[in-house]
T-cell receptor, first 111, second 113 residues
Framework: QKEVEQNSGPLSVPEGAIASLNCTYS??????FFWYRQYSGKSPELIMF????GDKEDGRFTAQLNKASQYVSLLIRDSQPSDSATYLC???????????FGRGTSLIVHP | DAGVIQSPRHEVTEMGQEVTLRCKPI?????LFWYRQTMMRGLELLIY????????DSGMPEDRFSAKMPNASFSTLKIQPSEPRDSAVYFC???????????FGSGTQLSVL
């Protein structure tokens, strides 16, 4: 069974700090990796994806991928209270485009 | 486009009743997914369709659950008979191949008493 693991949190950071969210996956054949953000009572929305080892930056968000260690992380710089949400890691199994979701990490950014 | 549309937003029913959840995917998307989300198990894939054909229903909990997609613009998820342990938020999502981004509907909050 393909697994995607995340620390459920909550992760609490002060406004302006860097929030670091981590995810590990079991399928070495996975080629693409996604981060979804889910506000309380809302549906998940895609905020980042990454395919290659290394870093990918988009505004205040940076996704980091290390395939050898089978982990992917999401960094949020200059965290804002509006970033408070649950962040879901999603990883399609090798050969499939159907993602398996982690259970999510709850992030709280306090003023 | 209005996005993925789900109905109803909330459903409260009694154990043993039939429940039907509805989904309209984004026009032009050829893949549709039904997910269930609970605190204990997170977001679980129940079934997905490609070009209106069910491809993988291995996530459907048991025979009480069934899903159909009679055309490209409509899908249903039915639970009969419903049980309290079915209480969850049910999401429908769609995508177009080969794009891997999923677009989620607003979800249906199901409570079975």
């Amino acid at each position: 069974q393909k697994e995607v693991e995340q620390n459920s949190g909550p992760l609490s950071v002060p406004e302006g700090a860097i929030a670091s969210l981590n995810c590990t996956y079991s399928d070495r054949g996975s080629q693409s990796f996604f981060w979804y953000r889910q506000y309380s009572g809302k549906s998940p929305e895609l905020i980042m994806f990454i395919y290659s080892n290394g870093d990918k930056e988009d505004g205040r968000f940076t996704a980091q991928l290390n395939k050898a260690s089978q982990y992917v992380s999401l960094l949020i710089r200059d965290s804002q209270p509006s970033d408070s949400a649950t962040y879901l890691c999603a990883v399609p199994s090798g050969g499939s485009y159907i993602p398996t979701f982690g259970r999510g990490t709850s992030l709280i950014v306090h003023p | 486009d209005a996005g993925v549309i789900q109905s109803p937003r909330h459903e409260v029913t009694e154990m043993g009743q039939e429940v039907t959840l509805r989904c309209k995917p984004i026009s032009g998307h050829n893949s549709l997914f039904w997910y269930r989300q609970t605190m204990m198990r997170g977001l679980e894939l129940l079934i997905y369709f490609n070009n209106n054909v069910p491809i993988d229903d291995s996530g459907m909990p048991e025979d009480r659950f069934s899903a159909k997609m009679p055309n490209a613009s409509f899908s249903t998820l039915k639970i009969q008979p419903s049980e309290p342990r079915d209480s969850a938020v049910y999401f429908c999502a769609s995508k177009d191949s080969p794009n891997e981004k999923l677009f989620f509907g607003s979800g249906t909050q199901l409570s079975v008493l």
